[in-house]
């Protein structure tokens, strides 16, 4: 199973998304998500989809969406806002699949939001979205096939809005 965990954006945040154009080949709507830990094919999911009831105590960062760049052909936007609680919503996703057993790439997790494949249109290099509480987790399994990814959400928590924290 090839498996990776993501923040999703609420509606608003995607439906604020500026349209494709200029030959980027835009993901769906239905699969636009932040990665928070990429794992790769693992053989189970089962410790994982446990494991992760623990970041329904953490906050729900508040983002926005702001600037573009790529990586090889994947376009991207980055992220602005409460960066603190959304890096420790990925080190303590990250943390849990490292205890299931699941060992990930040492790259730094840089966070960004992709959209698609193919140039940067201009429409993205200074764009800024509405900034929204983004609020679900998922564990997500992806069919690669011949027309792109289809995916699967294997489980689905909800994070803690700020001001129901605890303590």
């Not at 990776?4 to 954006?9: C, G, S």
């Not at 693992?42 to 105590?57: E, Q």
């Not at 959304?86 to 849990?96: E, K, N, V």
């Amino acid at each position: 199973m090839r498996l990776f965990v993501a923040l999703v954006p609420p509606p608003a945040v995607v439906d604020a998304l500026p349209p494709a154009s200029s030959g980027l080949r835009a993901m769906r709507a239905d699969q636009v998500h932040l990665t928070l830990a990429f794992l790769g094919d693992v053989p189970t999911a089962d410790l994982l989809l446990m494991g992760l009831d623990a970041v329904t105590g953490l906050a729900a960062p508040e983002l926005r969406l702001a600037g573009s760049g790529s990586f090889g052909s994947a376009v991207w936007l980055g992220v602005q806002g409460d960066l603190t609680a959304l890096r420790r919503l990925a080190r303590t996703t990250q943390g849990i699949v490292r205890d299931s057993g699941v060992e990930l790439d040492r790259r730094p997790w840089r966070p960004h939001l992709t959209i698609g494949r193919g140039g940067v249109p201009a429409a993205f290099e200074a764009y800024e979205g509405p900034t929204a509480r983004w609020d679900e987790v998922r564990l997500v399994r992806s069919h690669l096939g011949g027309r792109g990814a289809r995916h699967e959400t294997l489980g689905a928590w909800t994070l803690l809005p700020q001001e129901r924290l605890p303590g």
